[in-house]
């Protein structure tokens, strides 16, 4: 398996994108342009739209204005050869930890999908051996990319995830992500419920994802000054309001009902 350093960014571009639902525009008038390898995030206050127009960009909600591109694919058009190359961390109601599932289960239920959904015929035909030693890699590669130690957690591999700290499941979620090699990651609600040294943490995790060639977008209340940043708001404007260095601010005009009732449809898809 390839290693995550060697996995090739997906540029993201959007232009007037949008959502409507059945109550409201769950997002409106977002514009951007980023680089393969770029940290982007999506900042704004609870309700705004974030997660609704991160599951758009990743090719899991139908926009309804305005059009995007993922690594060369226009959305809403191409929104499962998006889904392909694109993984999702952590989204409540749409992809999270099973709490009962101990650590170990998670990374071997994920080698063993990605195994099936990526492997060829001759490969899933190799002796036991060699492919529980496959799997093993691939974990590897993954937990080392993310910087979670096993031997550090309370019983090891065999920890629940109800047991994990934040920033640990954190580490778990993107893990299990990147071991799909995605050209894209989408990471929900980055910095709740952490501690200021543990968001500096999740900040320089996201960043050495970026490094190393994935693409990243990230749900935060607070994004950093180094990140290309969208800005969700509800102040009924539109466009995008270009700052210096990599910043890209994109008021956009959300209603709250909105975006639950596009949450709650990506959820059941």
Do not use: N, Y
């Not at 007037?16 to 995030?41: D, H, M, N, Q």
């Not at 090891?156 to 050209?183: C, I, K, N």
């Amino acid at each position: 398996m390839d290693s995550p350093s060697s996995t090739h960014g997906a540029a993201v571009t959007a232009e007037g994108f949008g959502l409507k639902g059945p109550r409201g525009w769950a997002f409106r008038g977002v514009s951007v342009a980023a680089e393969p390898g770029t940290l982007i995030t999506v900042e704004g206050p609870s309700g705004s739209g974030r997660t609704c127009l991160l599951l758009a960009l990743t090719g899991r909600m139908r926009a309804t204005e305005g059009h995007a591109e993922v690594g060369g694919l226009r959305l809403p058009k191409k929104m499962a050869a998006v889904r392909a190359m694109s993984a999702l961390g952590p989204v409540t109601g749409v992809s999270e930890l099973d709490p009962a599932f101990t650590v170990a289960e998670h990374l071997r239920e994920r080698a063993l999908l990605q195994r099936r959904f990526d492997g060829s015929l001759r490969a899933l035909l190799r002796p036991r051996a060699e492919r529980a030693a496959a799997a093993r890699a691939r974990i590897d590669t993954a937990l080392d990319a993310v910087g979670l130690d096993l031997d550090t957690l309370p019983k090891g591999a065999r920890t629940s995830v109800r047991d994990l700290e934040r920033l640990e499941a954190l580490r778990l979620s993107v893990g299990l992500a990147l071991m799909g090699e995605p050209r894209l990651l989408a990471v929900d609600d980055l910095d709740l419920k952490l501690s200021d040294a543990e968001r500096v943490l999740a900040w320089e995790l996201l960043r050495s994802v970026a490094r190393a060639g994935t693409t990243v977008v990230a749900v935060c209340s607070e994004a950093p000054d180094d990140a290309l940043r969208i800005t969700t708001g509800t102040d009924g404007s539109d466009g995008t309001d270009g700052t210096d260095g990599s910043d890209t601010e994109t008021k956009t005009e959300i209603t709250e009902e909105g975006a639950d009732d596009a949450i709650a449809e990506a959820g059941r898809a």
